[in-house]
């Protein structure tokens, strides 16, 4: 890894305050970029100009790449050769004025009221880990946080009393409302279930394992898969199927985009705006369905 691409890494990291998952994949895509300069036009990342990328980008189609990687591949080269710019080593961004991979976006899959039910009425409260998964589901539905959000969270930050979570991430504070029947899930597992689970009288983590620690992703992933399966709903379930049901399901019924921007934790509303197309798409299907002349 060349020290520009060392420094594009810090950069994310400590100013854009990105994920993990985002600096991998950009590093990734400005290393792959580097070595097909080298290799075919024997120039260094900062020499690059906008036929450079352009050339790229077709030469990754010719390997079959799909338009979904391409477009990261652009949006990943956009912002390495902003911050470039914004540092001084480059006059101008070659990424900028190149032609756009254009994609497919697809609606990411969400439950019907109905299957949320079916869904959230599998874990059993007849024992601790009925209580607890029981606790987890409906918390997840009730606000919609992400998965390491729900593992993340602490007793402290639930107010029973306020019908509210505190939620943090990524250096920012929120506070999501919960309903009734998830303060109920809450209340009893806090008060009368947790109690039994946790072995060091210190642990912090609202939900825990069997074995007394902080709930893993792998575990709540597992539980997961073991209660799709027990409800029978022919959908993939996974952890954020909850998140995508929450906000659409809101949306359905009223909420308006900038709320449910503030309880998802989106920092930019277009991230949002995905949930607006689910709806239409939804409303555009019953139609064509239920419309007689359609």
């Given at each position: 890894?060349?020290?520009?691409?060392?420094?594009f890494a810090g950069y994310?990291?400590?100013?854009?305050?990105?994920?993990?998952?985002?600096?991998?994949?950009?590093?990734?895509?400005?290393?792959?970029?580097?070595?097909?300069?080298?290799?075919?036009?024997?120039?260094?990342?900062?020499?690059?100009?906008?036929?450079?990328?352009?050339?790229?980008?077709?030469?990754?189609?010719?390997?079959?790449?799909?338009?979904?990687?391409?477009?990261?591949?652009?949006?990943?080269?956009?912002?390495?050769?902003?911050?470039?710019?914004?540092?001084?080593?480059?006059?101008?961004?070659?990424?900028?004025?190149?032609?756009?991979?254009?994609?497919?976006?697809?609606?990411?899959?969400?439950?019907?009221?109905?299957?949320?039910?079916?869904?959230?009425?599998?874990?059993?409260?007849?024992?601790?880990?009925?209580?607890?998964?029981?606790?987890?589901?409906?918390?997840?539905?009730?606000?919609?946080?992400?998965?390491?959000?729900?593992?993340?969270?602490?007793?402290?930050?639930?107010?029973l009393s306020?019908?509210?979570?505190?939620?943090?991430?990524?250096?920012?504070?929120?506070?999501?409302?919960?309903?009734?029947?998830?303060?109920?899930?809450?209340?009893?597992?806090?008060?009368?279930?947790?109690?039994?689970?946790?072995?060091?009288?210190?642990?912090?983590?609202?939900?825990?394992?069997?074995?007394?620690?902080?709930?893993?992703?792998?575990?709540?992933?597992?539980?997961?898969?073991?209660?799709?399966?027990?409800?029978?709903?022919?959908?993939?379930?996974?952890?954020?199927?909850?998140?995508?049901?929450?906000?659409?399901?809101?949306?359905?019924?009223?909420?308006?985009?900038?709320?449910?921007?503030?309880?998802?934790?989106?920092?930019?509303?277009?991230?949002?705006?995905?949930?607006?197309?689910?709806?239409?798409?939804?409303?555009?299907?019953?139609?064509?369905?239920?419309?007689?002349?359609?």
């Open positions: 890894m060349t020290d520009h691409i060392k420094a994310l990291e400590l100013e854009r305050n990105a994920s993990q998952n985002t600096i991998t994949s950009y590093v990734r895509d400005v290393t792959q970029f580097s070595k097909y300069l080298m290799e075919t036009e024997d120039l260094e990342l900062p020499q690059a100009q906008t036929e450079h990328i352009e050339r790229y980008m077709s030469y990754m189609a010719g390997k079959g790449k799909s338009n979904a990687s391409m477009a990261r591949s652009a949006a990943s080269l956009k912002s390495y050769y902003s911050y470039l710019q914004n540092r001084g080593l480059i006059r101008r961004n070659p990424a900028r004025n190149a032609v756009q991979v254009k994609t497919e976006r697809k609606l990411p899959q969400i439950l019907t009221g109905k299957e949320v039910e079916q869904f959230l009425e599998q874990p059993q409260c007849v024992d601790p880990k009925g209580y607890r998964d029981h606790a987890m589901l409906e918390l997840l539905y009730a606000t919609g946080i992400r998965v390491s959000e729900l593992i993340g969270l602490n007793v402290e930050d639930v107010s306020g019908a509210f979570i505190r939620c943090t991430s990524r250096g920012r504070e929120r506070i999501v409302p919960l309903y009734a029947a998830a303060v109920k899930a809450l209340s009893d597992y806090i008060k009368d279930v947790r109690p039994q689970l946790v072995i060091h009288h210190g642990e912090r983590a609202l939900f825990v394992n069997m074995s007394g620690e902080r709930m893993s992703r792998q575990g709540f992933w597992k539980l997961i898969k073991f209660y799709q399966e027990k409800a029978q709903i022919n959908k993939d379930i996974t952890p954020h199927t909850l998140r995508h049901s929450f906000a659409a399901h809101l949306l359905e019924n009223g909420a308006d985009l900038r709320s449910i921007q503030e309880m998802l934790g989106h920092a930019d509303i277009s991230s949002t705006q995905i949930y607006s197309h689910m709806v239409k798409q939804k409303l555009q299907d019953v139609y064509q369905k239920a419309h007689p002349r359609a």
